[in-house]
C-alpha cells in the first residue's frame, strides 16, 4: 500500500514545484494562466480539460439578457463560475461601465480579469452564493435590476435571496456542464502516478476526476481550491489531501507545494 506524500518545506520557494508533473482541469484562458504560474514554479503542467460547456437549452432567452445587459437594463450581473466567463467571452458580451459586476470568488475573479473584465465585488469571507447575496444586500438596500448567469444545475440560492429582499432578478441559465474524456495516455500517466498532482477547483471537476480516473495512487496530491469544492468533492466519493487556504489558484499551487515530489508506480521498473 503505498504512503501519503510527506509534508516539507521547499528549499527553493521560487521552484518549489520543480520535477512535479501537475493536472490543470480546465481549459481557456484559466488554464493558460494556472499553466504559467506552474511553470513559474517549476512544474510541468499537463492541461487536460475535464469539463466544458453545452450551450443551454433556451439560447433566445441567453441571447435576449446578454443584449439587454449591453444595452444598460441592469444595475449588477452576477457571476458565480469560471464557466459562466467562457460564456461570456465566447459571446463577447459588453459590460457597461455603470453595470457592477460581482463574482463568486477569486477564481471566477481572476477568469473575468483574465479575459478582460472588472470586477467590483468579491464576497470577503463565503465565496458561495449566499455569501455572495450577503455582500450584495448589505451593499444595496434599495431594489436594484440584477441579472444573475447560472449552470444548469445551480441552486437559486442567489436568486431566491436576491427576490426575497426585494430586487428584480433575471436568473439565466448560461451553460450546462458536460465532461470532456482524457485521452488514453493522460488517463494511463495518473493512474501509474506519473501525475503527481491533480487540482480539484469545481465539484463537476471532481465528479469527472472520481469517473475517469478509477485507481488515482495514494502518492497523488489531490487538491481542492476551497472548503466548498472539497465538501464537493468527497460527496463525489473522491479523496481530498489538502486544502487551499484562500480561493485562489496561487493558494491552491501553495498547497501543493508543501509536499514532498511523489514517485510514479513504475517508474523504478527495469
Known amino acids: 500500500m503505498n504512503t501519503v506524500p510527506q509534508r516539507h518545506t521547499p528549499t527553493s520557494p521560487a521552484k518549489a514545484l ?3 508533473r501537475v493536472l ?3 481549459g481557456g ?4 494562466g494556472v499553466a504559467a504560474t506552474l511553470r513559474a514554479q517549476g ?15 433556451d439560447l433566445p432567452t441567453l441571447e435576449k439578457a446578454l443584449a439587454d445587459l449591453a444595452a444598460g437594463a441592469f444595475d449588477w450581473l452576477t457571476v458565480t463560475s469560471a464557466t459562466t466567463v467562457d460564456v461570456l467571452f465566447a459571446y463577447r458580451a459588453v459590460i457597461p461601465a455603470h453595470t457592477k459586476v460581482a463574482a463568486v470568488g477569486e477564481t471566477t475573479a481572476a477568469a473575468l480579469q483574465a479575459v478582460g473584465y472588472r470586477v467590483d ?3 470577503e469571507r463565503d465565496n458561495s452564493a449566499a455569501g455572495m447575496a450577503d455582500q450584495l444586500l448589505a451593499l444595496e438596500p434599495e431594489p436594484r435590476d440584477i441579472l444573475t448567469l447560472r449552470s444548469e444545475i445551480a441552486k437559486p440560492v442567489l436568486t431566491k435571496r436576491l427576490i426575497d429582499a426585494g430586487h428584480r432578478v433575471r436568473s439565466v441559465v448560461a451553460y450546462r456542464t458536460v465532461g470532456v474524456p482524457v485521452t488514453e495516455r493522460i488517463a494511463h500517466d495518473v493512474a501509474s502516478g506519473r501525475i503527481n498532482a491533480i487540482l480539484v477547483t469545481s465539484g463537476s471537476v471532481a465528479e469527472q476526476v472520481h469517473l475517469q480516473f478509477p ?5 497523488t496530491v489531490i487538491a481542492a481550491i476551497g472548503p466548498r469544492t472539497a465538501k464537493d468533492a468527497r460527496r ?3 479523496g481530498v489531501d489538502v486544502v487551499a487556504s484562500t480561493q485562489t489558484v496561487d493558494s491552491l499551487i501553495d498547497a501543493v507545494s508543501q509536499f514532498a515530489l511523489p514517485h510514479a508506480e513504475d517508474e523504478f521498473r527495469p
Do not use: C, K, S
Open 18 to 20: 520543480t520535477g512535479w
Open 24 to 26: 490543470v482541469p480546465r
Open 29 to 32: 484562458p484559466w488554464g493558460d
Open 43 to 57: 512544474a510541468i503542467p499537463v492541461v487536460a480539460p475535464l469539463i466544458n460547456f453545452a450551450p443551454t437549452d
Open 121 to 123: 465585488l468579491v464576497p
Open 215 to 219: 485507481h488515482v495512487p495514494e502518492t
Open 236 to 238: 463525489a466519493g473522491l
